[in-house]
């Protein structure tokens, strides 16, 4: 037995004796003194720069094993040569020399496995951070990590929802990020990203691990503040008792009619974007109705008998932007100046932040340096009184403005006002209205409601000081 051990070994500490694996051991010794050198850093995970995280979880792996790959491959090589001996050298067991070779690989296989397996660990964990998903490829992904940063889901990572649990998700989206990253080396990748994302996990499989239809969600308040774009930046409210519905038995409402026990949604989009829906159906009780728009397209009317050209309605169809929302500008406007980080106290802040908000700028370091100065501008050649009375409020304004801007335009990616819909509510994107339009009509006649209360009740609409909220115990009634 040991004997042919040796025979089998004695050719490969021979071979290995090459340009190639040398390389090879050169490049793993370098990356194990690297890793050695870094360890207490890992440790710590005190790694917060992204382009660190590249070299250390990317690069450092790469190097390692493709230095280990290169070990064997010279060997190889070495054993095509036309001068390959009939006989290799004898090893002895006996010789001291021998010994300390068998003991050195020996402490170096068990070594470069443990380096391995930490590097192994430690780029599959970085290739799941925030950091990689959205700071890594910042010109592309500056869009979407502002956002999620400004979304209720900025403490929940990227992978949670674009991933989601198991290794099936996790290889097809790396392999997915190859072409990513080839797209971005070339830079050839679109602009802006176009959406929906079609190789997205269902929402059935990510969104409800931790909402799903049946936990009871009921009615819910809703209170919208409307500024006037008058000198006194007039507040308004709309107060909607939103009719969510829910629960083990789905209770009537949104949640019921579209998810309820027994019950699939699903309709034909006319567009890339799912904007224009021609076709809907719904299936109850065992029963499918069809609900075709009065202006529907011939060849959407032949897509139907397709049944892949076919989308079976899941959250995603309403909430399509739950951590990457892009308001339009007015909304922006108001819902900074509600919590305060623009001055509603500065008059007719609320028109001249608009008129600076919707100007063309290059980039956003343009935007950053030309929009407060445009805007202290307006109040000094407009209203200078007011420039001199409140100087000090219309910078602060200028700066939360900016931070508007910011938010929701990226010139870079041509990223826009409106350039990605938000398809829940109906007041700045068509939304529900893709199907509640009155237009979309059964066979029978009967039509997709476009009734407001089936969705909502109106409890107040653009009222100064709403009574609801007043006897609510949130705000003063008239």
């Known amino acids: ?31 194990s003194v690297s890793w050695f050198a870094w360890l207490p850093t890992l440790w710590s995970g005190a790694i917060g720069n992204p382009y660190m995280g590249i070299l250390l979880f990317m690069a450092l792996p790469g190097a390692f094993f493709f230095g280990l790959a290169l070990i064997p491959l010279g060997i190889w090589f070495r054993r095509k040569r036309a001068d390959m001996p009939a006989t290799f050298p004898p090893l002895d067991l006996k010789s001291t020399e021998f010994r300390r070779l068998i003991f050195f690989v020996g402490v170096t296989t068990i070594v470069n496995l443990i380096i391995a397996g930490q590097l192994s660990y430690g780029a599959v964990n970085y290739m799941d951070s925030v950091e990689f998903c959205g700071q890594t490829c910042h010109t592309v992904m500056t869009p979407e990590f502002t956002a999620y940063q400004n979304s209720p889901h900025s403490r929940v990572e990227c992978v949670k929802c674009h991933i989601g649990p198991g290794a099936g998700w996790f290889v097809r989206s790396k392999l997915s990020g190859v072409g990513q990253v080839i797209a971005v080396a070339l830079n050839n990748y679109p602009r802006p990203i176009p959406t929906p994302v079609h190789n997205l996990r269902p929402a059935r499989e990510t969104c409800e691990t931790c909402h799903w239809p049946q936990k009871f969600s009921g009615e819910r308040l809703r209170v919208i503040s409307n500024y006037a774009d008058d000198q006194a930046n007039t507040l308004t409210k709309t107060v909607l008792m939103m009719h969510i519905g829910g629960g083990a038995g789905l209770t009537p409402g949104i949640h019921g009619v579209h998810l309820g026990t027994g019950v699939t949604m699903r309709y034909l989009p006319a567009d890339e974007s799912r904007q224009t829906i021609p076709i809907v159906e719904r299936t109850t009780g065992g029963q499918t109705t069809r609900f075709v728009a009065a202006d529907a397209k011939p060849e959407a009317l032949k897509a139907a008998n397709d049944p892949s050209k076919w989308r079976a309605m899941d959250c995603m169809d309403c909430h399509n932007r739950p951590s990457h929302a892009y308001q339009m500008p007015e909304r922006a406007m108001n819902l900074a100046l509600a919590a305060g980080e623009i001055p509603a106290s500065v008059p007719w802040v609320k028109k001249h932040g608009l008129e600076v908000l919707k100007a063309s700028y290059s980039s956003r370091d343009d935007a950053s340096s030309r929009l407060p100065a445009v805007f202290a501008k307006i109040y000094r050649d407009r209203h200078p009184d007011v420039y001199a009375a409140k100087k000090a409020e219309i910078e602060t304004a200028a700066k939360g403005i900016l931070a508007v801007y910011r938010r929701n335009v990226f010139p870079e990616m041509k990223v826009q006002w409106g350039g990605y819909p938000n398809n829940l509510g109906h007041t700045d994107f068509p939304g529900c209205f893709r199907c ?17 209360n089936a969705c909502h009740g109106l409890l107040a609409m653009d009222e100064a000081s709403p009574k609801v909220l007043a006897d609510l115990g949130m705000g003063p009634g008239k």
Do not use: E, F
Not at 9 to 25: A, D, E, K
Not at 437 to 442: E, G
């Open 436 to 452: 509640h339009d009155d237009n979309h009509a059964a066979a029978s006649g009967n039509k997709i409601s476009q009734d407001c």
């Open 1 to 31: 037995m040991l004997s042919r051990l040796l025979a089998w070994v004695r050719p490969i500490v021979y071979l290995s004796n090459n340009p190639i694996s040398l390389i090879g051991v050169v490049l793993v010794t370098a990356a």
